[in-house]
T-cell receptor, first 110, second 115 residues
């Protein structure tokens, strides 16, 4: 079973920041938080990952709480092309296996 | 950098027939994964290779599914004989190493329909 909990769906206005929450209360100290997204008819696309510190790249920012029990993916200026299912995954320990849940369907509205 | 290549993009077969999928990972990536994604669900890992050795095949239905990565680069996944429940998208992914700090990168998959 997936070790994360995400809302089923979210809406965001085009041009605004999209903040996608994820709960991972049972995360272990050596497990990473990964975010992927999947646009219809494509494979999952890697977005960002982190262990303890907040991370930022050209696509998004990842904010991890100090107790590491939850995180937020931030898309700073959402566009229509960001409409996708976003998966938050905890991975690590002895294996880097990705266990996907059902994710959050983000709908960016014009 | 070229991404993960998969073929064919689509495949339609009748139940009890056999089918094979091909994957070419990102150059230099030692670890290769095959996932199955049933409509409406997230991908599920079938098998993981480290170079040409199997690391994890615990979720692979070995009575009908087989996979190989003979030279540690390309890989094939085969289903024989296919069942209706095998209708899904088969995704291949690769990562530089099998360590947990290395992201996996996915191809666009093969959509398999069983009639």
């Amino acid at each position: 079973d997936a070790k994360t909990t995400q809302p089923t769906s979210m809406d965001c206005a085009e041009g605004r920041a999209a903040n996608l929450p994820c709960n991972h209360s049972t995360i272990s100290g050596n497990e990473y938080v990964y975010w992927y997204r999947q646009i219809h008819s494509q494979g999952p696309q890697y977005i960002i990952h982190g262990l303890k510190n907040n991370e930022t790249n050209e696509m998004a920012s990842l904010i991890i709480t100090e107790d590491r029990k939850s995180s937020t993916l931030i898309l700073p200026h959402a566009t229509l092309r960001d409409t996708a299912v976003y998966y938050c995954i905890v991975s690590g320990g002895a294996t880097n296996k990705l266990i996907f849940g059902t994710g959050t369907l983000l709908a960016v509205q014009p | 950098e070229a991404g993960v290549a998969q073929s064919p993009r689509y495949k339609i077969i009748e139940k009890r027939q056999s089918v094979a999928f091909w994957c070419n990972p990102i150059s230099g990536h030692a670890t290769l994964y095959w996932y199955q994604q049933i409509l409406g669900q997230g991908p599920k890992l079938l098998i993981q290779f480290q170079n040409n050795g199997v690391v994890d095949d615990s979720q692979l239905p070995k009575d009908r599914f087989s996979a190989e990565r003979l030279k540690g680069v390309d890989s094939t996944l085969k289903i024989q004989p296919a069942k209706l429940e095998d209708s899904a998208v088969y995704l291949c992914a690769s990562s530089r190493t099998g360590r947990s700090n290395q992201p996996q990168h996915f191809g666009d998959g093969t959509r398999l329909s069983i009639l």
